[in-house]
């Protein structure tokens, strides 16, 4: 891996050590549901709260290549602050990338990330209409009052809210000509409250929780980005395919830890009745062959499409193509680890069943597994239709027929 950043590979050593002190502590969070705040005040530590962000903002400057490399392995920690990890780049790299942002909002942001942890996340999901991918615009609504606008509404799996500073909330505003617009709302505003919520099977620590906005007042300056609430939700290129891939990333170091466990497992259990290692056993080998195809795939795919967009390269829908095969592929690899190893891996202890658990909730991120089919096959089609009308089939030449003589 190239990084451009030339401590990297140093920075990746520290990654490491946190993820396996994280994982010390993963099966708590996961029982209790308690949020990891200790693993933000290490990140923070670290600076790696600040690895996507501009360099002339006190951050390092990193591209998908590094945030990659950094989400995969605090996933194979404790994927759920991991999760949270990816949602506050994602923020960060839209801020320094769109240009779109006005400049006393990042300024607000980088003042309060040098202060400590200033975590940012979307606001867009909602209970009557789901998230945006579906094509619904938002109920949440924002009403202009002089020289603010009052914001009411209820937002859902709103992940890290125990720690986000602000949300990026998504509105439609009441104006003549209503826009989809995105509000920088801080968590502690007068009327905001929080809604515990989140009681999944999986990723149970990320505390992807309701927020219920009741005519919260937010400076009329303090827009992010707005468009015409006519048109369909814009979303640049390179942005969509950094979030998708740091979601996929989550979700493949998740992966990684369970073929860790399994292997583990397998070097060293040997049964009285077979009298060596289970690892020698032909279908265990097999199995785990399957997983390490799989968990290569992803390593390529997921680096491919971070070369492609760290360099500018064009990369259409590939990034949720992306996410849908490494997601794929690590509820596979958790699935086949949980039954290569038996009865021990269903034991919450062997914390093979909790890693098939959080890699399963991956399905639930939008746009879900048969939307991107849909989107693709849609594609396939229109390409094919274009191609008809720009080459029309070729006609049959007609031989005249020969007149009878006589």
């Known amino acids: 891996m190239t990084s451009t950043i030339p401590e990297f590979p140093q920075l990746l050593d520290t990654v490491a050590s946190l993820a396996d002190d994280f994982a010390l502590t993963a099966a708590h969070h996961d029982a209790t549901g308690e949020f ?64 779109k942002w006005p400049r006393h909002l990042v300024q607000r942001i980088v ?81 905001l409250r929080v809604e515990k919520t989140w009681n999944a099977a999986g990723m149970r620590a990320t505390a992807s929780d309701d927020v219920i906005l009741d005519n919260v ?54 049964p009285a009745s077979l009298g060596a290692p289970l690892s020698t056993v032909p279908h265990i080998q097999a199995g785990l062959g399957e997983i390490e195809v799989r968990l290569a795939t992803s390593t390529r795919l997921l680096r491919s499409l971070a070369d492609d967009v760290d360099a500018g390269r064009p990369v259409g829908t590939d990034g949720m193509t992306v996410r849908h095969v490494v997601i794929d592929n690590a509820v596979a690899v958790t699935s086949l680890a949980l039954e290569l190893a038996g009865n021990p891996g269903l034991n919450r202890d062997f914390q093979l069943e909790r890693h098939h658990r959080d890699t399963l909730t991956a399905r639930s991120h939008a746009p879900q597994n048969h939307m991107i089919r849909t989107i693709a096959a849609k594609a396939a089609l229109s390409r094919h239709a274009t191609s008809q009308v720009a080459e029309p089939p070729a006609v049959a030449a007609v031989k005249p027929r020969l007149k009878a003589v006589g």
């Open 36 to 99: 990891p705040f200790a693993n933000f005040g290490r990140l923070h530590q670290a600076g790696l709260l600040g690895l996507v962000t501009a360099r002339e903002h006190g951050g390092l400057g990193g591209g998908l290549t590094e945030a990659q490399a950094v989400i995969a392995e605090i996933g194979r920690g404790e994927p759920s602050t991991a999760l949270v990890l990816a949602m506050h780049y994602n923020s960060q790299y839209a801020l320094r990338k769109s240009g």
């Open 217 to 270: 007042a937010v400076p009329a300056e303090d827009i992010t980005e707005a468009q015409p609430a006519s048109e369909p939700l814009r979303r640049e290129e390179g942005a969509t395919a950094f979030f998708f891939s740091l979601i996929g990333a989550v979700y493949h170091g998740a992966a990684r830890a369970a073929r860790d466990r399994l292997v583990s497992f397998v070097t060293t259990h040997a």
């Open 111 to 191: 003042e309060a990330g040098r202060l400590g942890p200033a975590l940012i996340n979307a606001a867009q999901a909602e209970p009557g209409i789901g998230s945006p991918a579906h094509g619904k615009p938002p109920e949440t609504i924002a009403r202009r009052d002089g020289n603010v606008w009052r914001i009411s509404g209820h937002k859902n799996y709103v992940t890290g809210i125990p720690i986000l500073k602000w949300v990026n909330l998504l509105a439609l505003t009441d104006e003549p000509q209503p826009r989809l617009a995105s509000f920088l709302v801080p968590t502690n505003a007068p009327g």
